[in-house]
C-alpha cells in the first residue's frame, strides 16, 4: 500500500530526538559559513562558484549529463540558467514564510513556457518503472489526477502546521512533490524546488548537488518510504545527512576562496611583470594540468629563457615552488 492510501494520512511522523543530532549538527555548521562570509570578497567568488555548482548538478539531474564551465549553453539551458539566478539568489529574505501553491505555481511558469497546464491531467494512473530492461516492474503509481487537487490541499495545509526546523521542512516539502508528481512535466525539478525553498533560508544552496552524488541511494530512500506507512524517520535522517555533505561542500569552497584571497592579499605589493600576473591569475582560477617552463613560455609567447627567469623570480619570492616533478605549485602554505 503506498503512503498516501494509508486510513491515517497525511499524519506523517518522526522521530524528532533521532533527528535532532543531525539537526544540531547543521545548524553549528551553518554558523561557520556565516562568519566565512564576513569577508565580502571570499564571500562573493564562494557564492558565484556554488551557484554554478548548484545549477550543474540541477541539469546533471534532469539529463544533461556533459553540462560544464565551458560547454556551450542550449537556449533551454540559457533560460534555466537565467530564471535559476533570478530567483534563488537575490537573498535569503525571498524565501519567507512556508511554501505556498502561488509560489511554485510562479516558478513553474517562469521556467517551462507551456502555462495552459501546469498540473497533470492524466486518464490513467501514472506508473513509473525500474529501468531493467525486460525485467521492468512498477516501483510506484502516483496519485489519480482527480485527486490532486485534494491531495495538494493537504500538502499545504499540513506543511504549514508541522513544527519543525527548515532542513525537516525542506525533506518533507521535496519527498512530498516527488510523492504527488502534480505536474505536467518536470516534476523532479519542482520537487527540488520545494525542499529548496526552506533549505535556502539557512543557505545559499539547494540540494541538487548532493543528491547528484547519491543518485542511487536516493532512489532507494524515496521507494522504501512510499511504501513504508507514515513513519518517514529513515527518509528524514537520510536527508539531513546529505544537507550535511552540501555544507561541507561549501565550507570545502570557501576555505579553497579564503586561501586564494590570502594568496593576492600577501603577494600584492610585489613588483610582476604582465607575464607573471597573467599565469598567476590562472593558477588561482582556470588553469588546466601542470605547469612547466614550457608551458608558461607558451601561455605568455615569450621564449624559454624568459620564462625560466619569471619563474625563478617568482621561486625567489616565494610565490612558486619548483617540486620533485619538475612542475611549478603557488606556495600556498
Not at 548548484?54 to 565551458?70: I, P, R, V, Y
Not at 508528481?181 to 525542499?195: F, I, K, L, Q
Request: aromatic share 12%; charged share 25%.
Amino acid at each position: 500500500m503506498y503512503v498516501y492510501l494509508h486510513p491515517k494520512w497525511p499524519q506523517i511522523q518522526w522521530d524528532e530526538v533521532l533527528l535532532k543530532t543531525h539537526s544540531l549538527a547543521i545548524q553549528k555548521e551553518v554558523l561557520e559559513i556565516e562568519l566565512f562570509s564576513k569577508n565580502t570578497e571570499v564571500f562573493k567568488n564562494t557564492q558565484n562558484e556554488l551557484r554554478f555548482l548548484d545549477f550543474s548538478a540541477n541539469m546533471a539531474l534532469q539529463g544533461e549529463n556533459k553540462f560544464n564551465n565551458h560547454a556551450p549553453l542550449s537556449l533551454k539551458t540559457k533560460r534555466y540558467q537565467s530564471v535559476f539566478y533570478q530567483l534563488f539568489y537575490n537573498s535569503k529574505a525571498f524565501f519567507k514564510g512556508h511554501l505556498t501553491e502561488a509560489y511554485l505555481s510562479d516558478v513553474y511558469e517562469q521556467f517551462f513556457d507551456n502555462t495552459s497546464s501546469i498540473y497533470r491531467k492524466d486518464k490513467d494512473a501514472l506508473q513509473m518503472s525500474s529501468c531493467d530492461f525486460g525485467r521492468e516492474r512498477v516501483i510506484y503509481q502516483a496519485p489519480n489526477s482527480q485527486d490532486l487537487r485534494e491531495q495538494f490541499s493537504l500538502f499545504f495545509k499540513h506543511l504549514s502546521q508541522i513544527k519543525s526546523n527548515h532542513y525537516v521542512l525542506s525533506a518533507i516539502a521535496h519527498w512530498w512533490l516527488k510523492l504527488l508528481y502534480p505536474y505536467a512535466s518536470e516534476n523532479d525539478w519542482m520537487a527540488r524546488v520545494a525542499g529548496d525553498f526552506y533549505l535556502r533560508k539557512e543557505i545559499f544552496m539547494g540540494i541538487a548537488p548532493a543528491l547528484q552524488i547519491n543518485q542511487k541511494d536516493y532512489q532507494k530512500q524515496l521507494e522504501i518510504s512510499r511504501k513504508s506507512g507514515l513513519d518517514l524517520t529513515g527518509l528524514l535522517l537520510w536527508y539531513l545527512e546529505q544537507i550535511q555533505v552540501l555544507i561541507q561542500k561549501i565550507k570545502e569552497q570557501f576555505h579553497k576562496e579564503k586561501i586564494k584571497h590570502d594568496f593576492k592579499s600577501h603577494h600584492s605589493s610585489k613588483n610582476l611583470n604582465s607575464r607573471q600576473k597573467k599565469v598567476l591569475k590562472l593558477l588561482l582560477h582556470d588553469f588546466k594540468g601542470h605547469l612547466t617552463t614550457k608551458k608558461w613560455a607558451k601561455i605568455t609567447k615569450t621564449s624559454l629563457e624568459n620564462a625560466t627567469q619569471d619563474l625563478e623570480s617568482l621561486n625567489t619570492q616565494k610565490i612558486l615552488k619548483l617540486n620533485k616533478s619538475g612542475e611549478w605549485k603557488l606556495c600556498l602554505d
